[in-house]
């Protein structure tokens, strides 16, 4: 049964850095690449990045080009998403989720909070 | 690629029939549209995959239909446990992205 993890959530301030992990297990992980997605208090589902299973095609949507970094361990099932200059607009409930064209898994997330 | 969902918010009862509609600003080729069904305090449930594909789980009463830019989500037969926000999905391209979603609720 495939199961997803995030952790690292918290309250920052603008400006401010956090580091998402997202822990993955029931399926061969590194087989797969892992999407992350997130959803402000009461709105939609926004897209945020992408990592493949090679770890070499990463995608981000545009607002935070620049700004997150998704990096992933193999060895530790773990897909991390470093987010810097944080803004007072990323703030969301962060979902990390299994690619299975499209996203067939997530995870329960992790909250985000970026104060002024 | 933006999506737009129409309507907002879909008053109805059980048993009745539902149909969502999803747009999109540009062709999405390769049938790469999906459909998520969310129900308040949980996470989103992938329902309908390449326009017209159910996946594991959900009831046949679900359908997906359209090509292009049009896009439908038909529920035949609402039962108590599908009223709940739906987001259609694109994943033909990247940046991947969201409808911005419909409320099917209790009417």
């Known amino acids: 049964q495939v199961h997803l993890v995030e952790s690292g959530g918290g309250v920052v301030q603008s400006g401010g850095s956090l580091r998402l992990s997202c822990v993955a297990s029931?399926?061969?992980?590194?087989?797969?690449?892992i999407h992350w997605v997130r959803q402000a208090p009461g709105k939609g589902l926004e897209w945020v990045a992408f990592?493949?299973?090679?770890?070499?095609?990463?995608y981000y949507l545009d607002s935070v080009k620049g700004r997150f970094t998704l990096s992933r361990d193999d060895s530790k099932n773990t897909v991390y998403l470093q987010m810097d200059r944080l803004r007072t607009e990323d703030t969301a409930l962060y979902y990390c989720?299994?690619?299975?064209?499209?996203?067939?898994?997530w995870g329960q997330g992790t909250l985000v909070a970026v104060s002024s | 690629i933006v999506l737009t969902q129409s309507p907002g918010t879909l008053s109805l009862s059980p048993g009745q029939r539902a149909t969502l509609s999803c747009r999109a600003s540009?062709?999405?080729?390769?049938?790469?549209l999906a459909w998520y069904q969310q129900k308040p305090g949980q996470t989103p449930r992938l329902v309908i995959y390449?326009?017209?594909s159910r996946a594991t789980g959900v009831p046949d009463r679900f359908t997906g239909r359209g090509s292009g830019t049009d896009f439908t989500l038909t529920i035949s037969r609402l039962e108590p446990e599908d009223f709940a926000v739906y987001y259609c999905?694109?994943?033909?391209?990247?940046?991947?992205?969201f409808g911005q979603g419909t409320k099917v609720e209790i009417k």
């Open positions: 540009q062709n999405i080729y390769s049938s790469y």
């Open positions: 029931g399926f061969p992980f590194s087989a797969y690449g």
């Open positions: 990592i493949n299973y090679a770890g070499i095609n990463k």
């Open positions: 999905q694109q994943y033909m391209t990247y940046p991947w992205t």
């Open positions: 989720a299994k690619d299975g064209n499209p996203i067939d898994s």
């Open positions: 390449g326009v017209s």
